[in-house]
């Protein structure tokens, strides 16, 4: 997808040559395309920074923080024999 709308983009450019309108709608599918384009919103977000997080990224994390620590519990409660050898091979 990315390679079309560079291709695009310069298929545009070069028409602009001839025709000024064609660089604005070549900005147009820039503009468009980091906005709205495949997987812009989670690369942004998904980076792990928390120079964006907000209470809604915070509470996300604690919870899924939280949920893993709940299946370690289980994990550790309904495999005691494995727990107790993985414990054994950490401390050698």
């Known amino acids: 997808m ?9 298929v545009l450019v070069v028409l602009g040559f001839g025709n000024h309108v064609w ?9 468009l395309y980091t906005q709205y384009g495949r997987g812009s919103s989670s690369a942004s977000t998904s980076g792990g920074s928390p120079s ?12 899924r923080r939280d949920q893993q620590a709940r299946w370690e519990r289980r994990y550790r409660r309904e ?11 950490k401390s050698q």
């Open 2 to 10: 990315g390679t079309i709308v560079i291709t695009g983009t310069v």
């Open 23 to 31: 660089w604005l709608a070549a900005v147009a599918v820039l503009f």
């Open 52 to 63: 964006g997080a907000g209470p809604g990224n915070y509470r996300a994390y604690r919870e």
């Open 79 to 89: 495999h005691p024999f494995e727990t107790r050898r993985q414990e054994r091979g």
